[in-house]
T-cell receptor
């Protein structure tokens, strides 16, 4: 089945620094990828839609200048958390849909970000 | 996008069949119903997807009535390892559309 790989699986950074998270579709091409954030004991919240070769679409309330998304190829999307603060500590999950009608989303294993 | 409603939690015992129902009263004609399983600190894992009637795979069955306003995920003979959060999602699957919005999910606890 379709596999989505996310890296790193966890990262600790200091306040004010930036962190980049990679999301790769390993065995399929994805023109669209999705980034989610999940706080403890809560559901996944869609942050943005990453579009290959064009600008990402952000959900209401998500700062595009803080969460930079780049989708430079059909198999790679990156999320950069800029000037991270402790409140950005969360579980970030990416997903992608294989081409073809009715394909479900496939998710990476998530990245645990801790900002100290 | 159709809003979904699920029970917050369910308890079961090993070996029992578990049925989790999801309500989606405003489902659209093009929407599919997809169920995911999530363990702590992991990404959601696809379980099953359907449009109408019944779908079965090696891990679960999905029952969808004719009006499609609800669906039921059926897990046969659950084990302790089935303890997880289960999400029902409804959305348009065509092309690059269909951003699927997660509801609160159902936390299933399987006891020995």
């Amino acid at each position: 089945g379709a596999v989505v790989s996310q890296h790193p699986s966890w990262v600790i950074c200091k306040s004010g620094t930036s962190v980049k998270i990679e999301c790769r579709s390993l065995d399929f091409q994805a023109t669209t990828m999705f980034w989610y954030r999940q706080f403890p004991k809560q559901s996944l919240m869609l942050m943005a839609t990453s579009n290959e070769g064009s600008k990402a679409t952000y959900e209401q309330g998500v700062e595009k200048d803080k969460f930079l998304i780049n989708h430079a190829s059909l198999t790679l999307s990156t999320l950069t958390v800029t000037s991270a603060h402790p409140e950005d500590s969360s579980f970030y999950i990416c997903s992608a849909r294989a081409t073809g009608n009715n394909s479900p989303l496939h998710f990476g294993n998530g990245t645990r970000l801790t900002v100290t | 996008l159709a809003k979904t409603t699920q029970p917050i939690s369910m308890d079961s015992y090993e070996g029992q069949e578990v049925n989790i129902t999801c309500s989606h009263n405003n489902i659209a004609t093009n929407d599919y119903i997809t169920w995911y399983q999530q363990f702590p600190s992991q990404g959601p894992r696809f379980i099953i997807q359907g449009y109408k009637t019944k779908v079965t795979n090696e891990v679960a069955s999905l029952f969808i009535p004719a009006d499609r306003k609800s669906s039921t995920l059926s897990l046969p003979r659950v084990s302790l390892s089935d303890t997880a959060v289960y999400y029902c999602l409804v959305g348009d699957m065509g092309g690059s559309q269909g951003n699927l919005i997660f509801g609160k999910g159902t936390k299933l606890s399987v006891k020995p």
